[in-house]
């Protein structure tokens, strides 16, 4: 399967593609429909047990996936969406057997939950986010599961993933040259266009494709003032500096400071959803990157005890576009057998599978009015907040993280080790 990196990649897609050694039995289902957005059930005010667990395995899962992407290169920058990523890796459990899918549901921080309990919570998180999403802080998800043609439908793979994830599901000739543009389209309207095309071609042995869309686009509660929009260096880890457009002002925010790091928490109109940014409090260090590569950095930013503040805020505009493979990075946080040849899928194809690979993107673009696909991570534990305004100046590298607040989901996580390389 070739991969293509689109001009505008405004949202994080996640797209699983198998090829296969075809057998008269593989496993298919049908109902070609457009991409939609979730819209379960109003959910209940608080999140169930299950769905909370979830959300908690996800974020751990993203933490570990972005500190082992930044570990060799301090200065590098890496955002996903552990949202994005656990969701497409959970619908690729479910459509396991034996083995495989012990390794993916103990991989993903499902061990201590039934396979009922995770399709239960990820129908729930779905009817939580629906109902977080608004007008000034859009969120849309959309999955989908791409079947051959030729086989005939599994309905009982095809109902979990319809009613756990809203997922469209689609037949599909991949021998054809089509087969590469219904995938796009499906993208294309997901995404509202901001992505017109995620792959070049799709194998003619291909079994299944497995994708998964999420958008935001929010503005802050408070913007920023471009005519204050100043250029400013920006320190890296080793030293050296790199010019960016600066943002400042002084706001009243959610402030926690903790040994040598501080966050604030900046919200997006209706409170639903915020970014947290960490940083460190001492120019020239590498702390917030030895946070990250420890792989703690979901606790640390979910046990901050923020409180508000009036700070001095120095934040960059930058906008960044990322395209990665995460099959040889999953391979090796623990889900290798879920990629090793003849990996069992048989609830999704009864084809020996040969290969998986994964395939992420991410746009994020921070700016004064707010955050457009943005993937944010940010870590800081508790202390005494200063007499003075203190000043959070972004101008070093720092972690973010955009959350959902009420269900704590982690829609996107990530690392700026310098806002100018991508």
């Not at 949202?11 to 593609?17: E, G």
């Not at 003032?225 to 890296?236: G, I, M, S, V, Y």
């Not at 700016?367 to 007499?387: C, D, I, K, S």
């Amino acid at each position: 399967m070739n991969r293509c990196v689109a001009g505008s990649v405004r949202v994080t897609v996640l797209l699983l593609a198998t090829t296969a050694m075809l057998s008269p039995e593989i496993t298919a289902a049908a109902e070609a429909e457009p991409a939609n957005v979730v819209a379960p059930a109003a959910p209940s005010t608080k999140p169930s047990k299950s769905a909370s667990a979830v959300v908690a395995a996800s974020n751990r899962f993203g933490a570990r996936l972005v500190g082992a992407s930044v570990k060799p290169n301090a200065n590098r920058t890496v955002i996903l969406s552990p949202y994005g990523v656990s969701t497409a890796l959970t619908m690729l459990a479910l459509g396991a057997e034996g083995r495989t899918r012990t390794v993916l549901h103990n991989g993903l921080g499902h061990a201590r939950l039934t396979r009922q309990q995770v399709i239960d919570a990820c129908r729930k998180l779905q009817g939580e986010l629906a109902a977080a999403s608004n007008e000034k802080a859009l969120l849309k998800t959309a999955n989908s599961v791409w079947l051959r043609h030729d086989t005939p439908a599994n309905p009982q793979s095809k109902d979990t993933l319809a009613g756990a994830f809203s997922a469209t599901l689609h037949t599909v000739d991949f021998a054809s040259a089509g087969a590469a543009d219904e995938i796009n389209r499906w993208v294309k309207t997901a995404t509202d266009g901001l992505i017109p095309k995620m792959i070049d071609s799709v194998d003619a042995r291909a079994a299944f494709v497995l994708a998964n869309a999420v958008y935001f686009k929010g503005a802050w509660a408070r913007a920023f003032d471009p005519a204050l929009t100043k250029p400013a260096p920006f320190t890296r880890t080793d030293g050296s500096t790199a010019e960016v457009p600066m943002m400042s002002t002084t706001m009243a925010v959610e402030y926690a400071v903790a040994g040598d790091h501080h966050a604030v928490s900046l919200p997006y109109h209706d409170g639903r959803f915020r970014l947290i940014l960490l940083t460190s409090r001492v120019l020239k260090s590498g702390s917030v990157h030895g946070l990250v590569t420890s792989h703690n950095l979901a606790d640390v930013l979910g046990g901050l005890a923020f409180e508000q503040s009036e700070v001095n805020l120095r934040l960059p505009r930058f906008r960044v576009e990322l395209s990665q493979e995460l099959t040889q990075l999953l391979a090796t946080s623990g889900l290798a057998q879920a990629f090793a040849p003849r990996a069992n899928y048989r609830q999704i194809t009864r084809a020996k599978v040969e290969e998986l690979l994964v395939l992420h993107r991410v746009f994020l673009d921070m700016n004064e009015a707010g955050t457009e696909a943005a993937a944010a991570t940010a870590v800081v534990g508790t202390r005494e907040l200063a007499a003075e305004p203190p000043t959070f100046s972004a101008d070093r590298p720092f972690a973010l993280a955009l959350v959902e607040r009420t269900t704590g989901v982690m829609l996107f996580l990530g690392y700026v080790g310098d806002p100018t390389v991508t």
